[in-house]
């Protein structure tokens, strides 16, 4: 069977950007909030594919570590990386097996669900640091083509940040069609 390594192998080595080069919109949307809470500049990349949420970090003066299974996906996000001439650390990893370390001022979890990971992102922030998240939620739809332990139910995000030590500072669920998707902004306890 086909691994979770070469699936994503295969997919980002058969087009030119699977998910755009863009970054991500919620991303974007909230940055100029996490740049005012967070107190330093160091920020990891959960599954960071190839890289397009790193690389936007990294243009904003972010030191970033970005991890992903996907040797394919890490090496088009460094040779983006070299040619707009910015340092980030791409590693590979299986996020399923290795533990987390280091400690960061901002977490992204974009797009990529491990609900018993979700206590490490909390636990490699600093005081004070930023944690956003925001991946799909299901549908009928896509249950039958997605795995269904990737898929958040409604609601079940907000449920998963509940009781760690610090404030949600932004929820929400949107239901766009096709592709809904949960969003949390969470803010560990620490220096305000
Ligand atoms: C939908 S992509 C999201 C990429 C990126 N976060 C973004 O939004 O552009 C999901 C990513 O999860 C990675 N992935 C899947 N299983 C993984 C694992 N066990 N450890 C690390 N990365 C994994 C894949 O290689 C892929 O790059």
Redesign the pocket.
């Known amino acids: 069977m086909e691994t979770?390594?070469e699936k994503?192998n295969r997919r980002?080595a058969s087009q030119d950007s699977?998910?755009g080069r863009a970054p991500?919109p919620f991303l974007k949307r909230m940055i100029n909030q996490v740049e005012s809470l967070v107190r330093g500049r160091k920020a990891l990349?959960?599954?960071?594919?190839?890289?397009?949420?790193s690389l936007f970090l990294a243009e904003r003066g972010f030191q970033v570590t970005a991890?992903?299974?996907?040797d394919t996906?890490l090496e088009k996000g460094a040779q983006q990386a070299t040619d707009r001439g910015l340092a980030i650390d791409f590693r590979r990893?299986?996020?399923?097996?290795q533990a987390l370390t280091g400690c960061y001022d901002l977490v992204?979890?974009?797009?990529?669900l491990?609900r018993g990971l979700i206590p490490a992102e909390i636990a490699v922030l600093n005081p004070g640091g930023v944690l956003l998240f925001d991946t799909i939620m299901e549908t009928p739809a896509l249950l039958l083509s997605h795995t269904p332990s990737y898929l958040l139910r409604p609601g079940e995000l907000e449920q998963l940040f509940a009781g760690y030590d610090g404030d949600m500072v932004f929820h929400e669920e949107s239901d766009n069609g096709e592709m809904p998707t949960a969003r949390v902004m969470f803010r560990k306890a620490g220096p305000h």
């Open positions: 979770d390594r994503w980002y699977y998910l991500s990349d959960i599954a960071c594919g190839e890289g397009r949420n991890l992903d299974i996907s996906g990893v299986d996020l399923d097996r992204i979890n974009f797009n990529f491990i």
